[in-house]
């Protein structure tokens, strides 16, 4: 505590040494001017400094300025992001239903298409046994006429086939 008083004693001892030169005028030679500019130059270095301070107070209003425009242009950006991100997850889920609208026609198509083809194929099968079936009632026929056929039965036959195309033309 007792250096702190020193040290304040000090200071004061210098201004007052100071401040009596300034008023004398000693200083002012000892800078290299007379008391006369002194004063002048003093009061020029106080408005310039006046205006230093006047112009950095400005820019710290208009570095606030721009700081809240700033906040603001981010805050709406975070807005603008979270549209953007609705708006993508709905154009997916659109896209989604559109997909699987799609794959519904293109399965019903493939069912259709494959309901016409077995339709096609049991025409085939029922046609081809159909056929078959009656190659082998035909051959089964052959076989009972040539066993159980007689002359006669045949010479009767031939007589009917005769009078039968008689009667056609």
């Known amino acids: 505590m007792g250096s702190d008083l020193i040290k304040l004693f000090n200071f004061a001892v210098l201004v007052a040494i100071i401040y009596y030169l300034v008023k ?4 002012a030679r000892l800078l290299g001017m007379d ?8 009061k020029k270095r106080e408005e310039a400094i006046k205006t230093a301070l006047a112009d950095a107070e400005n820019a ?3 570095g606030e300025k ?21 708006t993508l997850i709905e154009e997916g889920e659109r896209e989604k239903e559109r997909i699987i609208s799609e794959a519904r026609q293109i399965g019903e198509k493939i069912k259709e298409q ?3 083809t077995a ?11 159909q056929d078959e079936t009656a190659a082998a009632t035909i051959k ?5 006429l040539k066993k159980h056929l007689t ?10 086939y005769i009078q039968h195309i008689k009667r056609m033309q």
């Open 119 to 129: 339709q096609q194929e049991l025409k085939t099968a029922k046609r081809r046994v």
């Open 151 to 160: 002359t006669k039965d045949h010479e009767h036959l031939v007589d009917d």
């Open 24 to 27: 004398k005028g000693i200083l």
């Open 66 to 86: 721009k700081y809240q425009e700033y906040e603001e242009r981010l805050r709406k950006l975070d807005q603008e992001i979270q549209q953007l991100r609705q």
């Open 140 to 144: 089964l026929a052959e076989e009972l």
């Open 35 to 42: 008391a006369f500019h002194l004063g002048p130059y003093l």
């Open 114 to 116: 494959a309901r016409l």
């Open 60 to 62: 710290k209003r208009e």
